[in-house]
T-cell receptor
Framework: GENVEQHPSTLSVQEGDSAVIKCTYS??????FPWYKQELGKRPQLIID?????GEKKDQRIAVTLNKTAKHFSLHITETQPEDSAVYFC??????????FGAGTILRVKS | GAGVSQSPSNKVTEKGKDVELRCDPI?????LYWYRQRLGQGLEFLIY????????KSGLPSDRFSAERTGESVSTLTIQRTQQEDSAVYLC?????????????FGPGTRLTVL
């Protein structure tokens, strides 16, 4: 089955800097890759996603890139703000619409 | 409209007791998922329901875990003879059609503590 690895496990950046979180997946058949943000004690919420037929997608300060050949995808957050502080999870959808999640990255934005 | 709701929000139980966790998906969503999130860890898939199809139970960790769903509405996750390692937040999610790029909307979770 699918295996998703996520790095780094924690990331501290200064307000205004960029943050990059990387994930690798094992199953070349996976075709959909969402990113979720989870604030402390709250439910995960989708922030951006990408399908396997697209290499990059951007939504304001957030972008996701996908390299199908290398089987990795990354989340890029520019001009970070304190409210970006949260745990971020990547996921890959394998057969049967099942999402396999990475272990998460704790992002701290220092003001 | 209303999002995914779960009850109870917190459940404390003694080792060996059975527990039932409830999920109310967004109205009209045909797909429903259960995940487990241990403290400081990622989301672990448990089970997936899609319409009237047989559920995908491949993530259930043992036969103590089971789940049911009535049509396209409420789902209950049952854990029998609870163990301390079952302590976690149990999250439910629903999506409109269970399609390839369907967004999964999560509920607030049930925090289960097994003493």
């Amino acid at each position: 089955g699918e295996n998703v690895e996520q790095h780094p496990s924690t990331l501290s950046v200064q307000e205004g800097d960029s943050a990059v979180i990387k994930c690798t997946y094992s199953d070349s058949a996976s075709n959909y890759f969402p990113w979720y943000k989870q604030e402390l004690g709250k439910r995960p919420q989708l922030i951006i996603d990408i399908r396997s037929n697209v290499g990059e997608k951007k939504d304001q300060r957030i972008a996701v890139t996908l390299n199908k050949t290398a089987k990795h995808f990354s989340l890029h957050i520019t001009e970070t703000q304190p409210e970006d502080s949260a745990v971020y999870f990547c996921a890959a959808r394998e057969y049967g619409n099942k999402l396999v999640f990475g272990a998460g990255t704790i992002l701290r934005v220092k003001s | 409209g209303a999002g995914v709701s779960q009850s109870p929000s917190n459940k404390v139980t003694e080792k060996g007791k059975d527990v039932e966790l409830r999920c109310d998906p967004i109205s009209g969503h045909t797909a429903l998922y259960w995940y487990r999130q241990r403290l400081g860890q990622g989301l672990e898939f448990l089970i997936y329901f899609q319409g009237n199809s047989a559920p995908d139970k491949s993530g259930l960790p043992s036969d103590r875990f089971s789940a049911e769903r009535t049509g396209e509405s409420v789902s209950t996750l049952t854990i029998q003879r609870t163990q301390q390692e079952d302590s976690a937040v149990y999250l439910c999610a629903s999506s409109p059609r269970g399609g390839i790029a369907d967004t999964q909307y999560f509920g607030p979770g049930t925090r289960l503590t097994v003493l």
